[in-house]
């Protein structure tokens, strides 16, 4: 009696074992919409490492900020990375929706999915500029010779390859002559000069002007001693399967923004003239400098 009591037991328990699973999967089975809705979309804006996190979001915060309150149900979020390599990973891994790169990753961006549709103005200032304490005793690139020179990146245009292909272009060695050390920002590299780490700081003037303003005790014991030539400036990209609507209106506001009294002080921050329309075609000049300096230098990925 009590082995058939014990049997009848253990059939009740799998049959609520059994129920209970059957309620779970029905519970939890997925469904799936025919319609794909923009409402309560959010949109990922990167912006390469040109500050600190903290500082990238004063300054180009307020961009994603007004793309949002133009849209219904859509929201731009900015996402700041602690480094050239972080930003790159999340970059060629498609984690962006819109990015802004600098030109090498706008390049290399587009042959990851994304589409080039602006650019930032101002390509007068996307120039290299190593920046030395004013009591140092350099007089010419040649005398860096058997010295340390800082940048931010391996990666990074304007900062660190216009920079050593200008040294190239002086007679130096890069890979043999001079110690290069790769510091993480553009602040950073600034520093190595102040605190007399580095014979020079490569970085390019945008970093250069902010460190002026937020570091006048600093800046006033240094000076800019050389110049590169210039390059087209840092581009806007988007993912390739984010809806043309979204793009060109993203477009419009952002090509705008110099013509209204919020986007001059928000362009101001940055400091920027305007943001403009750009294409593949606009780089070109960039990818033609990449291969010589991938040929005469090296990769442009390699420390």
Known sequence: MQFKNALWCLGLVMLLVSCG???????????FSQQTTAQNQEYIFGVHPLHNPKQLQAVYGPVANYLSQHFDNVQFRLEASRNYAAYEEKLYAGKFHFALPNPYQTITAEDKGYTIFGKMGDDENFRGIFI?????????PNDLKGQKVSYPAPTALAATMLPQYFLHSNGIDVNQDIENLYVGSQESSIMNAYLGQVAAAATWPLPWKIFLKEKPNFATELEVKWETPTLPNNGLVVRADIPQDIVQ????????????????????RMPLSKFEA??????????????????????????
């Open 21 to 31: 699973q059957q309620e779970t999967e029905q519970q939890y089975k997925p469904e």
């Open 132 to 140: 030395t304490r004013k009591d140092s005793i350099l007089k010419q």
């Open 249 to 268: 209106k993203v477009s419009d506001l952002l090509f705008t923004l110099h013509e209204n009294e919020i986007g001059q002080t928000i362009l101001a």
């Open 278 to 303: 750009a294409n593949s075609e606009t780089f070109q000049v960039v990818r033609d400098f990449i291969q010589t300096f991938s040929q005469e230098i090296r990769p442009p990925n390699s420390e």
